[in-house]
């Protein structure tokens, strides 16, 4: 009694023929009977805000409508049920449009939506969500639905709920529903977990890696679950992909959400073959009593120029047009509250092309005034055109700014968010709390593995045997690092220390960084606070989401044991 479920996005603007993919693929006994998408992060919905902003029947991923103009017929055609959250800040409309397509395609497509995610309004914050668990999405199922759309739900959910729908779980049925939500977790960011974004990606076919295949996974009534891809599809799944997708935006043990808390430290993956995972042992615990919610403000305007310094003196030119854009910042009427600057050394002595003998000098202004980033600072760019250091110009002319969200977090009561499924027939159903919940509490750390007697050491990149993951959680970060030997985690587990850690990447010197130990993935998973600033919106950093945080700790060099080089 298998539940195959596949995943054809990974965020708002994945590839868009990879729902018919999903829905045409996998030949004779390899259908699947659940199709996911996951179209919504923080950004997403500030983006969501904005539109709505302008056209409060908007609010809700468009891609994901015109996808449905060929995927519902494929969908209806091949029995796969439709789930997605690409409701964003309004399922109701999107549900709407639905029907409105189905009608127009002559499909008898029951649709019905998840709603309640949506708090009321607080003071300057432009959207306000909770988190949701699957038990709307089940409800739905359970009702007939074909299609189930929602607005914001845990990325897992989307697997919980048809889980919950297919095999009957109860709600305190904590192991299979931890299992799927690890199993959710794997699939919810598309090719991630099938050899994009991987950190070994050296050690295989170029060409495989080209386009890589989204995943699926079969999910088994005890919650086990094997990742896998359709057959002739690109990418792989092995061991580390999934490894490194499990790593992706998690942080300690205890993976809490709405159906359950997940325990990380219990997740064992097994090859199972060409291409498939088992994931298994996974324990699980009550989940929490409040439920998290995401909220988006606009924290005002920024803008930004960079500055192109070509060839000799590159600190001397940097030094120059700084000191006199910040005199003409000085002498305006209203300077700029944050003015950060960033030098980036992209340039190389005696370089063979202009580009490859230039750096980058990156000025980013903000502030609650769009005047204060407009005119005052474009206006001092500019004029310096041809009265600053020699070679002068810019990537792009200064524009006029722009608004930045800032993304915050808080939590409230579950019993206080209206979680409501809105069945085909229009019946709405209000989905209870959970019957049981249980405050988080810290996981002991676990024995570290002995430390072995390696011998000498070389001094190397960290990523020559060490695989990397990292990401953005508001203007926090997390870097996941993970061996594939017994032998290398012996040597990481003593090796990578939170001060080893601030050593290698100094950025991290001040703020609270956090260390959580995952032996059975051979894991160590890192939490930066802060280090983003007010989030992805804001565009504090030039990688604002920390999506290379780990791939510059990989570069970084330190003493590894000869042996394991």
């Not at 029951?110 to 300057?124: C, K, N, S, Y």
């Not at 060409?207 to 999910?219: K, N, T």
């Not at 043990?253 to 997940?262: F, L, N």
């Not at 990156?362 to 600072?377: F, I, Q």
């Amino acid at each position: 009694m298998v539940l195959r479920i596949g995943n054809a996005s990974g965020f708002y603007g994945d590839r868009f023929d990879a729902v018919r993919e999903m829905l045409t693929g996998g030949g004779p006994g390899g259908a699947i009977d659940v199709l996911t998408g996951d179209y919504l992060a923080e950004l997403t919905m500030l983006i969501l805000g904005r539109d709505q902003l302008k056209d409060p029947a908007a609010g809700y991923a468009k891609t994901f409508l015109r996808q449905m103009e060929e995927g519902l017929g494929l969908a209806h055609e091949r029995g796969v049920r439709i789930v997605a959250n690409a409701g964003g800040l309004n399922p109701a409309g999107l549900a709407e449009a639905l029907r409105t397509l189905a009608a127009k395609l002559g499909l008898p497509v029951r649709i019905a939506h998840v709603e309640g995610d949506r708090l009321p309004p607080r003071d300057g914050v432009l959207t306000s969500n909770a988190y949701l668990g699957g038990a709307g999405i089940a409800a739905c199922l359970a009702a007939g639905a074909d299609v189930v759309v929602t607005g914001r739900v845990t990325d897992a959910a989307l697997v919980t709920g048809p889980a919950q729908w297919h095999f009957g779980w109860g709600p305190e049925e904590y192991d299979r529903l931890a299992g799927a939500v690890v199993a959710g977790h794997v699939l919810e960011c598309g090719t991630q977990a099938t050899g994009g974004n991987y950190a070994f990606f050296a050690d295989h076919d170029p060409a495989a890696l080209r386009r890589p295949g989204f995943p699926l996974a079969e999910l088994h009534a005890d919650g086990s679950a094997v990742i896998t891809k359709h057959a002739g599809t690109g990418g792989l799944v092995d061991v580390g992909t999934v490894t490194a997708q499990l790593l992706y935006e998690t942080a300690g043990a205890r993976y809490p959400g709405p159906d359950v808390t997940a325990r990380l430290d219990t997740v064992r993956l097994t090859q199972d073959g060409p291409d498939r995972v088992r994931i298994h042992g996974v324990t699980g615990e009550a989940p929490p009593p409040t439920l998290k919610v995401g909220l988006n403000r606009l924290g005002g305007f920024r803008n930004e120029v960079v500055f192109v310094l070509t060839g000799l003196d590159i600190e001397a030119k940097a030094r120059l047009v700084r000191d006199q854009i910040e005199d003409a910042l000085e002498d305006a009427d209203s300077r700029p509250a944050e003015v950060c600057w960033e030098l980036v050394r992209t340039d190389r002595p005696d370089a063979a092309t202009e580009e490859t003998a230039s750096a980058l000098l990156r000025l980013v202004v903000r502030d609650p005034s769009p005047e204060a980033v407009g005119r005052t600072v474009t206006g001092a760019a500019i004029e310096l055109a041809l009265a600053s250091y020699p070679g002068f110009h810019v990537t792009a002319p200064p524009g006029k700014g722009a608004p930045y969200g800032v993304f915050g977090s808080a939590y409230v009561p579950a019993a206080d968010v209206p979680h409501t499924a809105v069945l085909p027939d229009g019946t709405r159903v209000p989905v209870p709390v959970p019957p049981r919940t249980e405050g988080l509490a810290p996981v002991p750390d676990p024995e570290l593995p002995p430390l072995l007697p390696y011998g000498s050491t070389r001094r190397a990149p960290l990523g020559r045997i060490a695989g990397a993951r990292s990401g953005d959680k508001g203007g926090d970060a997390n870097v996941g690092v993970w061996v594939r030997t017994d032998e290398e985690w012996a040597w990481l587990a003593h090796a990578l220390t939170v001060e080893k850690l601030r050593e290698l990447l100094p950025e991290t010197a001040d703020l609270t960084v956090e260390r959580h130990v995952l032996p059975h993935l051979r894991a160590l998973n890192f939490t930066v606070a802060g280090i983003l600033g007010d989030g992805v919106a804001s565009q504090a950093r030039f990688d604002p989401q920390a999506k290379a945080l780990g791939e510059w700790l990989r570069s970084r060099h330190l003493d590894i044991p000869e042996v394991l080089l």
